[in-house]
């Protein structure tokens, strides 16, 4: 029996995303973007306003917040369930006043500490991703050469983020942890991660995966002279994560295009499974 994983819909309002920058920077593209992702399957909208590609600069925090608030009130207003893709205590405060209920944080709390606070005040879901350090610099950090590798590095500083989060009073039912693929990690590393997912489910808190368009797909998929497959070009490859992550028993999938991940993840139901409820 599989236990169909919830699908989260990507928009990512950023001049700059690797996957999609540009495309939903003006909020009515956004909007539209985030209904046309709802009307292909997504089970929840995450809206981001910070690149997070490797070597990405910073935008201002006015900037984050004019870019995701306008987009998080109109598709909170549809009824959409609304995750806010940020780092930030301001942002993510100003993102559930707006409607979202889901945090996603990919520095776990570390990049800004007080947005733990702002989370148990509201009681939100809360995404931990594993994380080392900003976009500009995280190259540096891909390295682990520990006992149990990467596998081990990611759980175990999962685990004291954990300590943190709950500690600023996050209610344990309310943490989803995510590997955070291609953040400080080369894609050695990524694969490792999805080939050994036991000790991170084995957490025992939801897991969240983010695969979809990521370079390490390129980088499989890239051709003869070794140039990468295109990033709008790596979909089969993430439908193959699809499947493989939801029979592993994954809570939910960070998505690019909810239409093919949807289309998989129906067939796993039409075969053995049962909708999360
Ligand atoms: N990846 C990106 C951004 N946010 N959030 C979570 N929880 N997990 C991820 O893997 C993740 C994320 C980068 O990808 P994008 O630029 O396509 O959004």
């Not at 994954?250 to 093919?260: E, F, I, S």
Request: aromatic share 4%.
């Amino acid at each position: 029996m599989t236990t169909i994983p919830v699908l989260m819909g990507v928009v990512n309002v950023t001049p700059d995303s690797f996957s999609d920058g540009g495309r939903w920077l003006e909020p009515g593209a956004a909007v539209a973007h985030g209904r046309e992702l709802l009307a292909d399957g997504a089970d929840i909208l995450d809206i981001g306003g910070e690149s997070t590609r490797p070597g990405a600069t910073r935008p201002l925090v006015e900037e984050e917040l004019g870019r995701v608030v306008p987009v998080i009130t109109a598709l909170a207003g549809d009824g959409a369930v609304v995750s806010v893709d940020t780092m930030r205590a301001e942002v993510a405060e100003a993102a559930l006043a707006a409607g979202a209920t889901i945090v996603n944080d990919v520095s776990g709390g570390l990049a800004d500490p007080r947005i733990l606070d702002v989370v148990a005040a509201h009681d939100a879901t809360y995404v931990a991703m594993h994380w080392r350090a900003h976009a500009d610099h995280m190259r540096d950090f891909a390295v682990y050469d520990g006992p149990g590798g990467v596998v081990a590095a990611v759980c175990d500083e999962l685990s004291a983020r954990v300590e943190a989060i709950l500690a600023a009073g996050v209610r344990r039912e309310q943490v989803v942890l995510d590997p955070g693929l291609g953040f400080a990690k080369r894609a050695e590393h990524n694969w490792q991660l999805l080939r050994d997912l036991e000790p991170l489910l084995g957490l025992g808190h939801r897991v969240l995966v983010g695969a979809s368009r990521k370079s390490f797909l390129g980088r499989l998929l890239a051709d003869s002279g070794g140039t990468m497959r295109p990033v709008d070009q790596r979909e089969h490859a993430n439908t193959a994560l699809t499947v493989h992550l939801a029979q592993r028993g994954v809570w939910g999938l960070r998505v690019h295009d909810a239409r093919a991940a949807r289309d998989a993840l129906r067939v796993l139901e039409r075969l053995d499974g049962e909708v999360r409820a």
